[in-house]
C-alpha cells in the first residue's frame, strides 16, 4: 500500500523547520559553550493531524484503527511534536544536520483525543559531551487542556563530532534474547521510509533517497527510527493487549543499527517485559528496549 502525498499538506511546520535545519547546516554550526541544562521550555498550540492522516498512519504501521478510535496513537508523536522539539535544540553549538535518532521513551498516562487542539511543549533536558560525540536528550510533553501531561516523551539524539569512535562496552554484543516469541513479521518496502516521510513529515533524504543515504554512510535507504518503533508498539497492542491501546503504559527503546529497506523483519517480545525488532532471535536487533502495560481503563 502506497501512502498518499495529499498527506503531505498537514506537515508545515515539520516542513519549515526542516528547512530552517538545512539553513543553519549552511551557515555552518555556531561556535559556544556546552548549553545549560535543563533549558527553557518552548511551548506551541498545535493542530492535531486529521482522521484521514490518522487512518493512514495506523493502516500502514500494522495497528488496527478500532484501537485507536476516537483518540490519537501515541507513537504517532513525531507527527505533532518534532518541530517544536527542533526549536528547543535550534540555538546549540552542534551539527545538527548530522544527528542520529538513537532512541525514545515514550511514557503514556491518557489517551489524547481525537480532534482536539494538541498543547505540546519541549526542552533541552541533558547534555552528555565527549570529545568524540554529543548525545543530547529532549523532553516532550502532549496533552489537552483536561490532561497536559498525556503523553511524556525523551529523544535521545546522537550527534558525532570528530572522526573518533568512542570505544565499545565491553561484553557480548547486543542480541534478540533466544526466547523471544515473534509477535508480527511485517514487509517493508523499499518506499517505506518515503511513506513513513508523507505520514510525518520527516522527510530526512537518508530514508528515501538512495544516492544521498549512500553519501551519508549507508548502503541503501533506511527506515525512521520512529517507523520501526511505530511497527512495535502497533504489534503490542495488537498481540499483547488484544487490541487495547490503553493499556499500554511504557515502550523505552534503543535505535541499535540501521534498517536497511527493503525488508521483513519480526517484532519480538519476552515474558521479562523486552522488546525487539530484527531478523531472529540471537541476531542484532534494529530496535532493543522494554514495554510496560497496565489495567484496563
Known sequence: MTVAMRHVLEHGPMLRALGATALGALRGAKAGAKPEVPGPWIENEVKAPSPRLVRAFVATTGGDPASYR?????????QWTLATA??????LPYPLTKVVNAGCRLEINSPIPAGETLLVRARLAAVDETESRVVLTTRIETGCAAAPDALVAELRAYVPLAAKKEP????????????????????????????FAKLTGDFNPIHWVAPYARAAGF????????GTFALAAAAVVRTQLAGDANRLELLDVRFTRPLLLPARVGVYV????????GDAPGGAPYLAGRYQIGEAR
Do not use: W, Y
Open 168 to 195: 565499545k562496552a565491553p561484553g557480548a554484543p547486543l542480541a534478540i534474547a533466544a526466547d523471544a516469541r515473534e509477535l508480527a513479521r511485517p514487509r517493508l518496502s523499499a518506499n517505506a521510509g518515503l511513506d
Open 70 to 78: 476516537g483518540q490519537l496513537p501515541p507513537q504517532m508523536f513525531p
Open 86 to 91: 527542533s526549536r528547543a535544540l535550534g540555538s
Open 270 to 277: 519476552t515474558t521479562a517485559g523486552e522488546i525487539f525488532v
Open 219 to 226: 548502503r541503501g535507504c533506511i527506515l525512521h527510527g520512529f
